[in-house]
């Protein structure tokens, strides 16, 4: 699942395919994967915090 501004120009010229998902699709579920034993920049770091902060409310 991506954000649909990072796929517009593929989705457009046929080179992925995709659909929306709206909200009331409860069969969608979300994974955070890294490798941990990898070298996390402080931007990645922060938004892990981030996402592991609102994940809370996506249920």
Not at 31 to 57: F, N, V
Request: hydrophobic content about 35%.
């Amino acid at each position: 699942m991506v954000p649909f501004f990072s796929v517009k120009e593929e989705l457009e010229h046929n080179k992925h395919q995709g659909e929306e998902v709206g909200p009331d699709c409860p069969a969608i579920s979300t994974y955070l994967a890294y490798h941990k034993d990898k070298w996390l920049s402080p931007a990645m770091k922060e938004m892990i915090k981030l996402i592991k902060r609102h994940a809370e409310k996506w249920v």
